[in-house]
């Protein structure tokens, strides 16, 4: 494969991280703020995503918390016995 015409490319990188490294002010700062996003949300809102969060997160636990699969794990866990994969851990961390 032969790559031609590569110093367009090179000059068109070498110009773009020049230009970023420049103070950029006037309307150069207006047009780059007109080439952003903004998204704001209210305090209720705010805070009703969080009231939600917090209500799956404990309802995700609250299903699989029975008070005989507690006691089992705390037994297990005071006897020694209780071990957990690595292989589940890695799974978990990795969300497969």
Excluded: C, H, W
């Excluded at 000059?11 to 780059?32: H, L, W």
């Excluded at 705390?74 to 969300?95: C, F, M, Q, R």
Aim: charged letters at 25%.
């Amino acid at each position: 494969m032969e790559i031609k015409n590569y110093t367009n490319a090179l000059n068109a990188y070498r110009y773009a991280s020049e230009s970023a490294s420049r103070p950029v002010s006037g309307k150069a700062q207006r047009d780059k703020r007109k080439n952003t996003d903004k998204a704001e949300f209210s305090s209720s809102a705010r805070a009703s995503f969080s009231d939600s969060l917090k209500s799956a997160a404990k309802a995700a636990a609250d299903s699989s918390a029975s008070p005989e699969r507690l006691a089992a794990l705390s037994a297990k866990i005071a006897d020694g016995s209780y071990n957990v994969p690595s292989e589940d851990i890695a799974d978990s961390i990795l969300g497969l």
